[in-house]
């Protein structure tokens, strides 16, 4: 497969306990954004560090286009890392900074002023070449970090947290620049966050990485309702689940046998019941199952509403005007898209 892989990778340093990275097996397909997801602390940084050279696995290789990488330096692996706190050069202005990596590589003065010229453009930061860094927004220098990376023409482009610093307007736009240079110019992208709805948001894959692991990779839609395990579930803030055998189809449990979605993995385990897809059923049929609402938290968007079903607790998100006051009774359907079971063994805390 043409694009960045790491087979096995493996990376502890001197005097850690555990390994930073251990393992790690990745394909980053060429062309396309995937995203390594994780809480802090968990390896993403180190596996960036790795594919760009800056450190050196234990074991394990990394592979661009099939070739190994392992042997060459930095500057010649067509890998290039942007890093979460841009390591700008104060005391030169922006088109400098642009030009940096031209520089070091000698090339010809024309040259570099037309890349900077260019890459200004990309990064619609045209005309500020001139500015010295210290005289722009945090914004606009996440734009010239991604510039001093998109003229040395990466083969792979690594970006370390590239939205952590930025307030959540300027998210938003860095978002859709990073977006519009990836479909535009087919870029092949590695994306590290720690943010859930960046990963959403950015990969086309996600991988979830906890304690130097990869737990799990696919599209970003199947990480959120389709978790392989309670641990994975409770990175995406499943809080309360509930035990019980799937089987056949069935989640037989305390709250009855549930219906579960096609594909549902069998075994003894837990349920994760997805708040968003819990439906408050109106009037009082005999449909659904009987709830008492025990905590209500307005969230903004939402209200957050824990629901006692006879002894078992879930969690339902609703519209805040359609949150009921807390001590109602009411019914509640648990959709099978709503529910998926997470298979023992489960490391429960
Ligand atoms: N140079 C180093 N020497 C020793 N330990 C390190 C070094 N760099 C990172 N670590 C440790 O390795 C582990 C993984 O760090 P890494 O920076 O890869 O995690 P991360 O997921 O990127 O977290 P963050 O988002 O906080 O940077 C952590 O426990 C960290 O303390």
Redesign the pocket.
Known sequence: MSGLRFEDVTLR?PG?EAP?LEGLTLDVPAGQRTVLL?P???????ALRIAAGLERQGAGRVLLDGAPLDRLPPERRGVVLVFQDQMLFPHMDVAANIGFGLRMRRRPAREIAQAVEAALERVQLSGLGARPIGALSGGQRQRVALARALVLRPRVLLLD?PLASLDAHLRGEMQALILDLQQQEGLTLLV?T?DQQEAALLGQRVGL?LK?RLRQLGPPEALWQRPVDAEVARFFGARRLVEGVSRAGVFDCALGRLALPEGAPEGKGHLMIRPEGVRLLPGAGADGHAARVVARQFLGRQSLLTLDLGGTCIEALVAPEDAPDIGAALRVALPPEALWPLPAPTTQR
Request: proline share 0%; glycine share 24%; charged share 10%.
């Open positions: 340093y850690a930073a994780g802090s602390g968990c390896g993403k940084t180190t947290e590290v720690h990485m130097g």
